[in-house]
């Protein structure tokens, strides 16, 4: 039997390629009455906040982001940019070439999967669509949770949908939001993402004092799962 119970996966930048804004961002705030370099300002500095659902609904979120960036959109015209937003965020979103073949791997071999990502209201919408939704035995939101990693209660979240102890579960993710040292301090085993893609990442509060385990691929992940897990300290 492999020693962990369950992998516990970030989503951007570790089941996807590295993240950048794509055009259609620039075309959502022009379309709202924004400047779209204003709009990519507001975004950036208030992303932990949106993640943690501080501004309430998608719509209400956006209606903030851009009314901040001096927009004045039309009535109606934040409802009707809604769909564009998460094409806008799902077109920025690659899978890994692995993520499929990994997860199916996990998952034969009897070890849960679940996905904890910091994320503001897009995500839930189109990650239903996407090939891995099916592979995912738990799915936790922080816009949804009202926190965000590294607050224990994320991580946690992940281990009662899952049916297992901290101790149980390997956590993967690229390191940003603190997610590496967050999921080591309630107890779970932290295991770096270390793609080569990942250099040019859109990434919040990096991990950058980890001195962990690491891995090149989603796939390196399968070699881990006999390891003894690390004692919670």
Same mark, same amino acid.
């Given at each position: 039997?492999?020693?962990?119970?369950?992998?516990?996966?970030?989503?951007?930048?570790?089941?996807?390629?590295?993240?950048?804004?794509?055009?259609?961002?620039?075309?959502?705030?022009?379309?709202?009455?924004?400047?779209?370099?204003?709009?990519?300002?507001?975004?950036?500095?208030?992303?932990?906040?949106?993640?943690?659902?501080?501004?309430?609904?998608?719509?209400?979120?956006?209606?903030?982001?851009?009314?901040?960036?001096?927009?004045?959109?039309?009535?109606?015209?934040?409802?009707?940019?809604?769909?564009?937003?998460? +094409?806008?965020?799902?077109?920025?979103?690659?899978?890994?070439? +692995?993520?499929?073949?990994?997860?199916?791997?996990?998952?034969?071999?009897?070890?849960?999967?679940?996905?904890?990502?910091?994320?503001?209201?897009?995500?839930?919408?189109?990650?239903?669509?996407?090939?891995?939704?099916?592979?995912? +035995?738990?799915?936790?939101?922080?816009?949804?949770?009202?926190?965000?990693?590294?607050?224990?209660?994320?991580?946690?979240?992940?281990?009662?949908?899952?049916?297992?102890?901290?101790?149980?579960?390997?956590?993967?993710? +690229?390191?940003?939001?603190?997610?590496?040292?967050?999921?080591?301090?309630?107890?779970?085993?932290?295991?770096?993402?270390?793609?080569?893609?990942?250099?040019?990442?859109?990434?919040?509060?990096?991990?950058?004092?980890?001195?962990?385990?690491?891995?090149?691929?989603?796939?390196?992940?399968?070699?881990?799962?006999?390891?003894?897990?690390?004692?919670?300290?």
């Amino acid at each position: 039997m492999p020693a962990y119970r369950a992998v516990v996966f970030d989503f951007f930048g570790t089941l996807t390629r590295s993240v950048q804004r794509g055009p259609q961002h620039a075309d959502i705030a022009r379309s709202l009455g924004a400047d779209p370099e204003t709009v990519t300002g507001v975004l950036d500095r208030t992303f932990r906040a949106r993640a943690c659902g501080r501004y309430g609904s998608a719509e209400a979120t956006l209606r903030w982001v851009i009314e901040q960036a001096g927009g004045r959109p039309r009535p109606g015209a934040i409802r009707a940019a809604m769909p564009a937003r998460i +094409d806008a965020l799902r077109a920025d979103t690659r899978l890994r070439h +692995d993520a499929v073949s990994a997860l199916t791997a996990i998952r034969g071999r009897g070890v849960r999967t679940a996905l904890i990502s910091d994320c503001t209201h897009e995500l839930p919408a189109f990650l239903p669509g996407l090939p891995v939704a099916p592979l995912l +035995d738990a799915q936790i939101y922080s816009v949804e949770l009202g926190v965000c990693k590294p607050d224990p209660a994320i991580y946690l979240a992940a281990c009662e949908r899952l049916g297992v102890f901290p101790e149980d579960c390997l956590y993967v993710g +690229d390191g940003g939001s603190h997610e590496l040292t967050g999921a080591a301090a309630v107890g779970m085993t932290p295991v770096r993402l270390a793609a080569p893609d990942l250099a040019n990442h859109l990434v919040f509060d990096a991990d950058t004092n980890f001195a962990g385990r690491t891995v090149r691929s989603l796939t390196d992940v399968l070699g881990l799962l006999h390891h003894t897990p690390a004692m919670a300290g």
